[in-house]
Every structure is written in structure tokens, then in C-alpha cells.
């Protein structure tokens, strides 16, 4: 089976034959159908209602339905979202629309797509989005994204500090954060304790995944 890059299948959990496993909704695991073999022992399965199979929630969701919020995306897909492969990762932060702004060396991008599949930092509690602050909100962004720190020309120089597409979208959220008279946040501090444990658990799907694209199956360690 091909890796699947956009990564749209169902991944299920269950015990069988003493082992907890994962493989994809296509076998339909979670109709009552007796027939179905187990992908690892090959013997029948049949479940009691308390080992039925359950959904692994996906930890992507749709950027362009999270107003106002920190992403992490990756041009080439959800699966290239993962420790290893930060190099691939990129940053935006969405408007209340949905239309994520980010900061490329083309300078800064207005998407309405391609964001279908990231993680979502939300940056403002939900209930707080009334129509007036979202206009507010629109109205910062927009007018922060013109600001000649983010031309095209200066992308790279912005990199060797190590700023780039995460420098603005990071930039961003201090200059709201001083608005209100909070604190600043460093890079080192929203990435320890906003990015990092939402990396983690999608590196962890993500090596499920693959060993399910390779094999029809992952068995847990
Ligand atoms: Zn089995």
C-alpha cells in the first residue's frame, strides 16, 4: 500500500489475541460482522460490546474552520508533521475567516486552502469571538502582515536567526499578548508547551500510520 499523503483513513484500536492493535476502518471492524478476521492471527473476530473496537482520534483538523488560532502545517502533508522532520514544518496563524496568514519567502500568504490537515493551537477561548473582536482581530493581523519586516526579500535573513515563518506568526501573538498588558512568550516557552506535546502526539499517529500503510497493521510495543 502507497503512504497516504493526505492521510484520511480511520485508524482503529482493539485487542485480539493478546495484543493491542491498530489497522484501518476499511476492513469495517466496527459492524457486527463475524466473518472478520483478525489481520495478525487470522482467526475470526468477534468482540463483546466492552472490546469493541475504538476510534484513534486524529490529532489533524481543518486550519481554515479554527478561527483565530496558532497552526502547524506541512507543505507536504499531514505526515511530514513530526520531530524528525522540522524542517518540513510550517506556521500560520488563521483570521477569523479562516484564511491563514504566513510568512514564506514569497512573503506573507493569505490561504483560504492547503491548511486542511494541521495542528490547531487555538489562541483565543472559545465564546470570547464575538463579531466585534473578530474584527479587531482581522483588522491586527492584516495591518501586523503589511509591517516590512515580512517582505519577501528579508526571509532569509530573518532565518539565520531562526525566526522565519514561526517569527511571525510567534510575533504576532506577543503583540496581541502586550496589547493586553500580559507577558511576552518566548519561542523556547510556546514550543515546549504549545507545539512540542502536540508534535509529540502527532508523530506517534504518524508512526502508527505508516507501520499501517506498510504492513495492514501496527502492533503496540
Ligand atoms: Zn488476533
Redesign the pocket.
Known amino acids: 500500500m502507497q503512504m497516504n499523503l493526505q492521510m484520511d483513513c480511520t485508524v482503529l484500536k482493539f485487542n ?4 493491542t ?1 491498530y489497522t484501518f476502518d476499511q476492513n469495517r471492524l466496527q459492524t457486527q460482522n463475524t466473518e472478520r478476521k ?6 475470526p ?1 468477534r468482540f463483546s460490546l466492552l472490546e469493541a473496537p475504538i476510534i484513534v482520534p486524529c490529532p489533524f483538523s481543518n486550519g481554515h474552520n479554527t478561527p483565530c488560532a496558532f497552526l502547524i502545517g506541512a507543505s507536504l502533508g499531514p505526515a511530514f508533521i513530526s520531530e524528525l522532520q522540522d524542517k518540513e514544518i510550517h506556521v500560520g496563524v488563521t483570521n477569523s475567516q479562516g484564511v491563514v496568514y504566513s510568512y514564506t519567502s514569497l512573503g506573507i500568504q493569505r490561504q483560504k486552502q492547503d491548511w486542511e490537515q494541521c495542528l490547531c493551537i487555538p489562541l483565543v477561548a472559545p465564546g470570547i469571538g464575538t463579531d466585534s473582536f473578530h474584527t479587531l482581530w482581522d483588522q491586527e493581523l492584516e495591518e501586523f502582515s503589511l509591517f516590512p519586516t515580512w517582505m519577501p526579500h528579508r526571509f532569509e535573513e530573518e532565518r539565520e536567526f531562526g525566526s522565519c515563518c514561526y517569527g511571525f506568526a510567534l510575533s504576532f501573538l506577543n503583540k496581541l499578548r502586550r496589547a493586553q498588558n500580559s507577558a511576552v512568550i518566548s519561542k523556547d516557552d510556546f514550543t515546549q508547551f504549545h507545539v512540542f506535546p502536540r508534535v509529540k502526539l502527532a508523530s506517534k499517529y504518524i508512526k502508527v500510520y505508516q507501520e499501517i500503510c506498510q504492513h495492514g497493521f501496527y502492533i503496540a510495543q
Do not use: N
Open positions: 485480539h489475541c493478546g495484543r492493535i483478525c489481520p495478525v492471527c487470522q482467526e473476530m
